[in-house]
Every structure is written in C-alpha cells, then in structure tokens.
C-alpha cells in the first residue's frame, strides 16, 4: 500500500552538490582564469544562474530545451560576459567537453543520504523531480548507492515545462493528492525560487539553506521548514507531519 505522506525532492543543488563541477573548473582553467581576475568558483555560479534564467525563459515562452544543453551552449557567452575579449581562443572545445563530462560525476551532498534514509524510516515516499535529464540523475543516485525507484525519479524534460512554472509542478501534486486522499506532499529544495514555486502550487514547503545561506523571505514568502542541514530539514518535516 501507497504511504500517505510523501516528500518531493529537488535534485541538483539539493541533494547532488556541485563541488565536483568547481574541481573540474579549477583543474581545467584555474590559473588561466586567475590570470584574468576571473575566480574559478564565481565563473561556475554565474555559468549556472545564466543557464537558469535562459532555461526558465526558453521554457516561459514555450521554447523548452533540456537544461543540460542550455548550460552546455552558454560556456562561452559566459567567458565574454566575465571579460574574456576571446573566449573561444580562451578555451578550447575540449575545456569545455572536459567539464560537461565531469558534470556527468557530481556526487551526493554531505547528509543527503541520512535525510533520504531519515524520511523513508519515517513512513515517506521519496520522490525526485529534476529539471536535470533522468538518465545523469539516475546515475547520481545509483554512483552514491541510494534506491531511488524509476518511477520516483522525475523530470520536467518528460512534459516539456521548466520550473519554476507552477504548471511543472502541478500534474506531480494533483497526482499525490489523488492517490492519498487529498493529503498535501511535501517539496523540498535548497533552492528558495524553486521550493517557494512549489508551494506557490500547493505543496508543503521545505527549505535547506545549505546552498544559498540565505532565504530572503521579503522575496520568496516563508516556509513550513527551514533548516541549515539535509537531515536536520528531515527531522523537521517529520515532526511537522506528525503534528498535522
């Protein structure tokens, strides 16, 4: 029988860090980078808030493409924005195929397998809804030796709707309110645009602020949770259920 309490998670920057994806910048280009002002870390946090925003927007105007491809094809428009007079002189094709590829090895963030575990031993099912494509995030998963059923395993490349339009949310939350009499799931992420969306839609929210360190609620409204750590997220969600 289908457990009536259910979590939905966020995957990348939630539970999956990007600390490999840095390694693999400063291995690659570090000192080319530093050469020119440019600090490895802050190249990859502009890289992925540009890939954001340029997926939403492709997505907002029904143009979606996979995120994966958007980041891929911005590289080099994010060197020129970061000063770079040449970018493709700058860095080669194989720079770049070199740090997509090990995009491919992110790793689990510290706790995320305790939160995961913390849940289920509580009586919830564990979803995972993605604007990454299921194969790279199934591999997450699987490298880091946590279950994650295929049918848990979500993404908005299936429907062709980017968060955080609350129409990627919805169909996942009409589905679990159907299925467990009317009973509002959970969404968690370390992404406050992302969880404050999904709550925007209907769901429980639940937010970590072990990525952005700051929830800004002036902007994004409060929460149902927020914690400093995975697990410690975890705990809380369980304890607000049981209050319920």
Known sequence: MAS???????????????????????????????????KPYLLAQTWMEAAEREYTNLSISRRYKPYGDVFEALFYRVLWMGGISQPRVFASPEDLQFI??????LTMR???????????DAGFTVWAFTAGDLRRVSAYFQQAGIAMPSENL?????????????????????????????????????????VSAA?????????????????????????DVVDDSLPGMADKIIAAQAAS
């Not at 510290?110 to 289920?120: H, M, N, T």
């Not at 925007?200 to 800004?216: D, R």
């Open 4 to 38: 009536s309490k259910n979590v939905v998670f966020d995957i990348v920057g939630t539970l999956v860090c990007y600390d490999h994806l840095y390694d693999a910048i400063e291995r690659r280009l570090g000192d080319r980078l530093r050469a020119q002002g440019i």
């Open 154 to 194: 979500l993404s908005c490349d299936s429907t062709g709707v980017g968060k955080p339009d609350l129409a990627a949310y919805q169909p996942l939350l009409e589905k679990l309110m159907r299925e467990n009499g009317g009973k509002i799931p959970w969404f968690a992420a370390a992404h406050m645009w992302d």
């Open 110 to 120: 510290p706790g995320a397998a305790e939160c995961v575990q913390k849940l289920r």
């Open 100 to 105: 997509m590829q090990e995009y491919e090895s």
């Open 199 to 223: 709550r925007t839609a209907g769901f429980k929210g639940a937010y970590c602020t072990v990525l952005e360190l700051e929830p800004l609620h002036d902007l994004f409204g409060e929460m």
